[in-house]
């Protein structure tokens, strides 16, 4: 045996050792953990699905599914080729199970994120950041309260930094969806990169957001001509947000190279089959469990469905009370809210008040307050009023219209701003036609003030404007909000998409607790007129909201929301165990499924067998008043009373009125 390899050692035993700079082999890694220690780019499939998700809900391209398919199939590619597993069968379902869990993740972001969009954020350091940049382009502009003016050939140019602007919506979905993915693949350390991932995103999509204003500044007439108007559109083209994706991702992979290259990455040793077995189940659990709880929405006792609707200061718009007759006929006595009122009629005691000031003694006999288009202010006495009647339990229903018409939104938020709704002076359209906007209900995960509400057309609607607790009943995707002008026709003003405002999605309806009781809105009093109130689903919003407005807070809904907490605490350390074991895969897909099957679940309760009815069922023909009678009796001042009738269809459930005679 050679000198350097051999030494005879005491007891026969011969130690074998490698001579000084000879390299030594290194432990192999196993084949099915090998692609996992390399540096695998993760940053373009991200972009590519991302793409992909962004491009299915796409209108303003052409065939939007085939473009989301083949994104999302050159994803599934990309994802199956690093994965070092001896057989083809493998590395597909490997893949594919990836690209379901990235999936299962896009939704519940992209879930997230329109929530928060809904409701608005501010983002004025975008303002100051693409100030600087483009003056020193040679463009005079500055930052003022979160604002970004310009200095434009065709006057100054005012523009909001709003999401849609900035693309942030598809850029923290590309940043979480890159991050998933690393950690899926087992590379270390996680939240570093994840931590830079986020600021390499940002960074590029604050690039983005400065060509695009450049770019659209080149514009001539972008104050008043259609063609500047247009040019708004670049901040919303998927072709330009794709690129930018495709350069976050290499932006991201890059600097993490960059930054953590030499660092070791400890990859967990393969689990055994029979740890995910176990520990799939119990993360699922523990997600079903928080998913229920969040959006389990306990009912509480039902009230006795005394409505009374306010005509006093609607004036002539949208009367309750009115019917059809020889004097009054045409298209604008269609304007009125008397099909509806008799319609809730039917399952409810409907009175209308069209003399009496509120006060106690008036609201003490009711469980619902609509009050609908105000034509004048309401005293603030009786502002103070309806505030009590609220706090001590009540339900109060207040239907606004476009533009602030006639200060119907400046009246109505003497009502509801302070407790975090306000209506807004403004106009919804669609995004993309012009036309009347759409809401399409999510497939599950609804607000229980629209349970039943599956496509509702929209007309001349403002948006709402949320704070605190409030919370979002109806949204539309892709609007376009334009501003009142107060010397228009009917106050509308500019058409067409504005730089000043913001766009996307926007809120329609919404609720908020306050005290004892529920206060709801809704921005569009035209679709629940005579001539459109039975189609689109229009109905059904009305009797949902009603319904919820009936109803007592439950003394449940503390307890549910901690225990809510609870498992969402235990779902977020179970999964992280996961992942520290080589689990992270199981522990995201499980957990978020497990999630999305609570919500759903949560749902089916909501629409048990019980409470299933739709609103839309004809309801029988009213029978002899068998109860205290001075529930259908109108109270002095009211002009009008429709009467409860017995509905064979309806029965007590979890928002479906309980049917009495009266």
Not at 44 to 52: F, K
Not at 365 to 374: A, S, W
Not at 454 to 462: A, Q
């Amino acid at each position: 045996m050679p000198d350097e390899l051999s030494d005879k050692g005491r007891d026969g035993v011969t130690t074998i050792t490698a001579a000084q700079g000879r390299p030594s082999l290194a432990h192999p890694l196993s084949p099915d953990r090998a692609g996992a220690a390399l540096e695998v780019p993760l940053g373009i499939p991200a972009a590519l699905l991302v793409s992909g998700w962004m491009f299915a809900f796409e209108r303003r391209v052409d065939r939007p599914y085939l473009w989301a398919l083949t994104l999302v199939t050159l994803a599934f590619v990309m994802l199956a080729r690093p994965i070092a597993r001896r057989g083809l069968l493998r590395r597909v379902a490997l893949a594919s199970l990836q690209l379901a869990t990235l999936a299962l993740v896009a939704f519940s972001v992209d879930r997230a994120l329109a929530a928060w969009e809904a409701r608005g954020p501010r983002f004025g350091a975008a303002s100051a950041m693409a100030s600087a940049a483009l003056n020193l382009a040679g463009y005079h502009t500055m930052a003022d309260r979160g604002l970004l003016l310009i200095d434009h050939p065709d006057g100054l140019v005012t523009i909001l930094p709003s999401m849609e602007k900035l693309a942030l919506r598809p850029l923290l979905l590309f940043s979480i969806a890159w991050s998933v993915l690393r950690l899926v693949r087992n590379h270390r350390p996680a939240f570093g990169a994840s931590a830079v991932g986020l600021a390499s995103t940002l960074l590029v999509g604050m690039v983005r957001y400065v060509a695009i204003l450049a770019a659209y500044l080149e514009h001539d007439d972008i104050l008043a001509g259609s063609a500047g108007q247009a040019a708004l559109d670049l901040f919303t083209s998927p072709w330009i947000t794709g690129v930018f994706l495709l350069i976050a991702g290499l932006a991201a992979d890059h600097a993490c190279q960059w930054l953590f290259d030499g660092i070791a990455m400890a990859v967990p040793p393969r689990p055994r089959f029979g740890k995910v077995i176990v520990a799939g189940p119990i993360v699922a659990t523990l997600g079903g469990a928080a998913g229920l709880a969040w959006s389990f929405v306990p009912p509480g006792a039902e009230k006795a469905g005394r409505i009374l609707i306010d005509d006093r200061f609607c004036g002539i718009w949208e009367p309750a009370t009115r019917q059809l007759d020889t004097q009054w006929y045409g298209d604008f006595p269609t304007y009125s809210f008397t099909a509806l009122a008799e319609w809730l009629g039917k399952w409810f005691s409907v009175a209308a008040n069209s003399s009496r000031p509120y006060d106690d003694e008036l609201l003490s006999g009711y469980d619902v307050l609509i009050i609908k288009t105000p034509e004048e202010p309401i005293p603030d006495a009786e502002v103070a009023a309806i505030d009590r009647f609220v706090r001590r339990g009540g339900g109060l229903l207040l239907v606004g219209d476009h533009t602030n018409l006639l200060g119907m939104g400046t009246h109505l938020n003497a009502l509801s701003a302070r407790h975090g709704i306000r209506f807004r002076y403004d106009s919804v359209s669609d995004g993309v036609t012009g036309g009347f906007v759409d809401s399409v209900g999510a497939r599950f995960g609804r607000h229980v003030g629209a349970l039943h509400v599956d496509r509702l057309e929209f007309m001349t609607s403002c948006s709402l404007e949320l704070s605190g607790g409030a919370e979002c009943v109806l949204a539309a995707d892709d609007c376009r909000r334009e501003p009142h002008d107060y010397a228009g026709s009917s106050f509308f003003g500019r058409h067409g998409p504005h730089p000043e405002m913001e766009h996307g999605r926007t809120v329609l309806a919404a609720t908020v607790c306050v005290g004892r009781g529920r206060i709801a809105a809704f921005t569009d009093s035209t679709v629940w007129s005579s001539f459109a109130v039975f189609s689109h689903d229009r109905e059904k919003l009305a009797m949902d909201l009603v319904r919820l407005l009936n109803r007592e807070l439950s003394p449940y809904a503390t307890p549910i929301r901690c225990l809510a907490i609870a498992a969402t605490l235990a779902t977020v350390l179970m999964g992280l165990a996961m992942a520290g074991s080589g689990m992270a895969l199981p522990a995201i897909f499980g957990g978020l499924l497990g999630v999305w099957s609570g919500v759903a679940v949560s749902e089916g309760l909501h629409r048990s067998p019980r409470s299933r009815s739709s609103g839309k069922e004809a309801p029988a023909r009213s029978r002899p008043c068998s109860g205290p009678r001075n529930r259908c009796r109108p109270t002095a001042g009211s002009t009008r009373c429709w009467s409860r009738s017995s509905a064979s269809g309806w029965c007590r459930g979890w928002l479906t009125p309980t049917m009495r005679t009266c």
